[in-house]
């Protein structure tokens, strides 16, 4: 024979559903008024004849509207050496806060899982996340901007990000206006590409559009310091970092390149003719506050780190690239 543990109900949305069991044991009518996804429903009075289908290789976290259900329920569990733990006080003492854990995950994890949880609250519920990729704190921000959501707070402390989530009801959909921006998806690390991405953007600022620049995969390699920087790296980051060039000086172009002659060339042909270098390029693009935007999930898996890229780069993830986009009239994909 076992005994009954405690737990608190403010913990109630931490319970870690994948390895013990969620009882409930209210009535149907008092789960359709606040049902709980991903736990078992065994009324009260039905247990005697049910009880051998509650699992017991793992804990089991057993809870009613009040607790004093609960707590009977738990020990008669306990009688039969149930690992069992007791929600105190019932669903009327658990916050209306969802936890979502998204720590360790890589883009588009942190966003999915949320969307996942937000989507079975209710209007009102408050979702707490956790989060540990840099880039989450921006894409949450444009997420709940995009689908209607309250940001309540935003902070990172000790390398986790929390944000706090109101979910709202979904903004009705409507006509509207685009903003006129532009959003460039630099996917490529050829120098040629480079070129055409910042001379259309450059164009576009210049215009007075709002222009996000959005680099991912091998395009990431544009936005690297040219000097070496020293940052703690994985034997397989210290590899691609030899392998990937160091900054826009490197690039090689897609066609034509002969081993770095035929970067030379253009670059040559370039000046001759009165056309900025790529450099030069980026510089403006800077100044005419054009927005840059690393994809994390990328920079993790070639081994580029923060401190490597340009001042003035920032952080995001799909959700960040998707929600520009949104608000663009014109998406180039290079």
């Not at 009535?27 to 049910?50: C, D, H, T, W, Y």
């Not at 986790?160 to 979904?170: E, L, M, P």
Request: proline share 4%; aromatic share 8%; hydrophobic share 45%.
């Amino acid at each position: 024979m076992s005994e009954v543990k405690n737990f608190s109900a403010k913990d109630f949305y931490k319970i870690d559903l994948k390895n013990s069991t969620l009882l409930d044991v209210r009535e149907p009518s008092e789960v359709l008024v606040r049902p709980v996804n991903g736990a078992i429903q065994i009324p009260f009075f039905e247990l005697s004849k049910r009880i051998d289908s509650i699992p017991k290789d793992k804990p089991v976290y057993v809870f009613c509207t009040t607790g004093d259900r609960s707590e009977q329920v738990a020990e008669i569990l306990a009688d039969r050496d149930f690992d069992v733990y007791n929600v105190e006080g019932g669903l009327n003492a658990v916050p209306k806060a969802h936890f979502v854990d998204a720590k360790n995950l890589s883009c588009p994890g942190p966003i999915v899982k949320v969307d996942e949880v937000v989507r079975d609250a209710l209007v009102g519920d408050e979702i707490q996340v956790e989060a540990t990729e840099k880039a989450f704190a921006l894409d949450v921000k444009t997420w709940c901007e995009r689908t209607g959501n309250e940001l309540k707070s935003l902070n990172e402390k000790d390398g986790v990000i929390y944000a706090t989530i109101i979910k709202r009801n979904a903004p009705v959909a409507e006509k509207r206006e685009f903003e006129h921006a532009k959003t460039f998806v630099v996917f490529s690390g050829d120098l040629d590409k480079a070129i055409a991405s910042f001379i259309m953007a450059n164009g576009a600022a210049a215009m007075g559009r709002p222009v996000t620049m959005f680099f991912t995969f091998w395009g990431v390699s544009l936005l690297r310091r040219p000097e070496k920087v020293r940052v703690k790296k994985s034997f397989i980051g210290k590899m691609f970092s030899l392998m990937l060039p160091r900054g826009s000086k490197k690039l090689g172009l897609s066609r034509m390149n002969f081993g770095g002659l035929g970067a030379k060339m253009i670059r040559a042909v370039m000046k001759q003719n009165g056309v900025s270098s790529l450099e030069e390029l980026i510089e403006n693009a800077r100044q005419k506050a054009v927005k840059f935007v690393a994809c994390q999930m990328s920079m993790e898996l070639m081994g580029i780190a923060p401190e490597e890229l340009i001042d003035g780069v920032e952080l995001g993830g799909v959700a960040t690239m998707l929600g520009s986009t949104e608000k663009s009239d014109l998406t180039y994909f290079i």
